[in-house]
């Protein structure tokens, strides 16, 4: 029986899927140069579907929408989604395009550099996401990310506004977005480079000052185009939260611990916020969950794989939420 029919709250994610194939070595290579004595590992990927497993694994229902080729590598993807509890129901398989794949080297830090062959996903088309209009509409809420065409973006949040959804943009990687994309969304969800990029791409008025000032006045002049939220994620140094109606700042730290593979910290944070909201926690605890989850993600290796379960986050949150004290800004 599906979501729809029985009536339960269900979050739900509308992106890519790919194979990641990662290579683990002390240092990136620059431009020109080859870096030998690395370690190759493949793991399953792609922002939108690693969002549905840490949302389905915080313990949120969740669906997925998405477009995976026919070939090996969308069995695998197909497969896996399912064994993890996720609705796949509503997935679209083209047999005209191979699946999605992601080349990704990972220096001894965790920090990685990441190229995409977009495949399939990049045909997830605007006459694909009419005809789940009611699995859109009736969401609690909704995350969509940037590796799917952006008119499909825009199809899906207009639909999506005509329901009760909380719908969240995570502006990656990030493109130039229409005003009115911006206005249909109630939480943005960038890092601070998209933000300040983002914020460059809407030719708003240049913001002369640097470090959290910048970030603050930034976020509040995106934020006036129809934003509830702006969060913007630090990485080491935590995120921002801009509240446009009470016109607030708050700072939330991040948790110190070692980080071995930063690959989908980021789409941890944005599944298990999703899944928080949907289950009616506040913001700030939903952004304090999605913390602690993206704490233990950054300790594994891979994207999907390293997505933590509820009670590995509820542990990790009892342990930090002391700690993690928001700190008001303005």
Same mark, same amino acid.
């Given at each position: 029986?599906?979501? /729809?029919?029985?009536? #339960?709250?269900?979050?739900?994610?509308? %992106?890519?899927?790919? =194979?990641? @194939?990662?290579?683990?070595? #002390?240092?990136?290579?620059?431009?020109?140069?080859?870096?030998? %004595?690395?370690?190759?590992?493949?793991?399953?990927?792609?922002?939108?579907?690693?969002?549905?497993?840490?949302?389905?694994?915080?313990?949120?229902?969740?669906?997925?929408?998405?477009?995976?080729?026919?070939?090996?590598?969308?069995?695998? =993807?197909?497969?896996?989604?399912?064994?993890?509890?996720?609705?796949?129901?509503?997935?679209?398989?083209?047999?005209?395009? &191979?699946?999605?794949?992601?080349?990704? =080297?990972?220096?001894?830090?965790?920090?990685?550099?990441?190229?995409?062959?977009? %495949?399939?996903?990049?045909?997830?088309?605007?006459?694909?996401?009419?005809?789940?209009?009611?699995?859109?509409?009736?969401?609690?809420?909704?995350?969509?990310?940037?590796?799917?065409?952006?008119?499909?973006?825009?199809? @899906?949040?207009?639909?999506?506004?005509?329901?009760?959804?909380?719908?969240?943009?995570?502006?990656?990687?990030?493109?130039?977005?229409?005003?009115?994309? $911006?206005?249909?969304?109630?939480?943005?969800?960038?890092?601070?480079?998209?933000?300040?990029?983002?914020?460059?791409? @809407?030719?708003?008025?240049?913001?002369?000052?640097?470090?959290?000032?910048?970030?603050?006045?930034?976020?509040?002049?995106?934020?006036?185009?129809?934003?509830?939220?702006?969060?913007?994620?630090?990485?080491?140094?935590?995120?921002?939260?801009?509240?446009?109606?009470?016109?607030?700042?708050?700072?939330?730290?991040?948790?110190?611990?070692?980080?071995?593979?930063?690959?989908?910290?980021?789409?941890?944070?944005?599944?298990?916020?999703?899944?928080?909201?949907?289950?009616?926690?506040?913001?700030?605890?939903?952004?304090?969950?999605?913390?602690?989850? &993206?704490?233990?993600?950054?300790?594994?290796?891979?994207?999907?794989?390293?997505?933590?379960? &509820?009670?590995?986050?509820?542990?990790?949150? /009892?342990?930090?939420? #002391?700690?993690?004290?928001?700190?008001? $800004?303005?």
């Amino acid at each position: 029986m599906s979501k /729809k029919e029985n009536n #339960q709250k269900y979050v739900l994610i509308i %992106g890519s899927s790919n =194979m990641d @194939l990662n290579i683990y070595s #002390q240092r990136l290579p620059k431009p020109g140069e080859t870096v030998t %004595g690395g370690t190759f590992q493949q793991f399953l990927g792609g922002k939108g579907a690693n969002q549905a497993v840490a949302s389905t694994r915080s313990g949120a229902n969740t669906v997925f929408i998405g477009k995976i080729g026919t070939d090996a590598f969308g069995e695998q =993807m197909i497969s896996q989604l399912s064994s993890e509890g996720i609705d796949i129901s509503y997935i679209i398989r083209d047999s005209q395009h &191979a699946s999605g794949v992601a080349f990704i =080297m990972i220096d001894e830090s965790g920090e990685n550099m990441i190229s995409v062959a977009p %495949g399939a996903n990049f045909h997830l088309d605007k006459s694909d996401i009419i005809k789940y209009a009611d699995i859109i509409k009736n969401a609690s809420s909704l995350v969509v990310q940037m590796e799917i065409p952006i008119d499909t973006i825009e199809e @899906l949040l207009r639909i999506a506004s005509e329901g009760d959804v909380i719908k969240i943009l995570n502006p990656a990687p990030l493109k130039a977005i229409p005003v009115n994309v $911006l206005k249909n969304i109630d939480i943005l969800i960038p890092n601070e480079g998209e933000l300040i990029r983002l914020y460059t791409l @809407l030719n708003l008025p240049e913001v002369k000052s640097d470090g959290k000032n910048k970030i603050i006045q930034t976020s509040k002049a995106i934020a006036e185009l129809g934003i509830n939220f702006v969060i913007t994620t630090l990485g080491s140094e935590g995120c921002l939260i801009y509240d446009r109606e009470n016109e607030e700042v708050i700072g939330v730290p991040a948790v110190k611990v070692k980080a071995i593979d930063t690959v989908g910290a980021g789409d941890c944070f944005n599944g298990v916020l999703a899944s928080k909201l949907s289950n009616g926690e506040s913001i700030i605890n939903a952004v304090k969950y999605a913390t602690a989850a &993206a704490s233990i993600a950054v300790t594994r290796k891979g994207a999907q794989a390293s997505m933590p379960f &509820a009670e590995e986050i509820e542990e990790q949150f /009892k342990k930090i939420n #002391q700690k993690l004290r928001v700190k008001k $800004l303005s």
